[in-house]
């Protein structure tokens, strides 16, 4: 079972950056896809970014301000979020979806981190 754990959320001024952190561990045959989703309060759950076997997708709203990458070895994605506006305050949520060591399909989820830009 694949876990994933979140961290670098936190306070920032607008204008100001973070980078976001998700490590995944335990077992599985293959991590296929891995992006981060956010909820700011009473929305529902978006998308921001995803990357899978090294293609990129983002959402119009972070385009040309967030970067997604990953570190196969370390099993860690990042989301580096530059030129933050108040509107990106959200928990953010780490996603892996792959293959698990029972050859079933998984998509696992993190606990989230908070995201607070003021203004």
């Known amino acids: 079972q694949v876990q994933l754990m979140e961290s670098g959320g936190g306070l920032v001024q607008a204008g100001g950056s973070l980078r976001l952190s998700c490590v995944a561990s335990?077992?599985?045959?293959?991590?296929?896809?891995m992006g981060w989703y956010r909820q700011a309060p009473e929305k529902q759950r978006e998308l921001v970014a995803v990357?899978?076997?090294?293609?990129?997708d983002y959402a119009d709203s972070v385009k040309g301000r967030f970067s997604i990458s990953r570190d196969n070895i370390k099993n860690t994605v990042y989301l580096q979020m530059n030129s933050l506006k108040p509107e990106d305050t959200a928990v953010y949520y780490c996603?892996?979806?792959?293959?698990?060591?029972?050859?079933?399909?998984?998509?696992?989820w993190g606990q989230g981190t908070l995201v607070t830009v003021s203004s």
């Open positions: 996603n892996a979806g792959g293959w698990g060591i029972n050859f079933l399909p998984f998509n696992a």
């Open positions: 990357i899978s076997s090294g293609s990129t």
């Open positions: 335990g077992r599985s045959r293959s991590i296929n896809t």
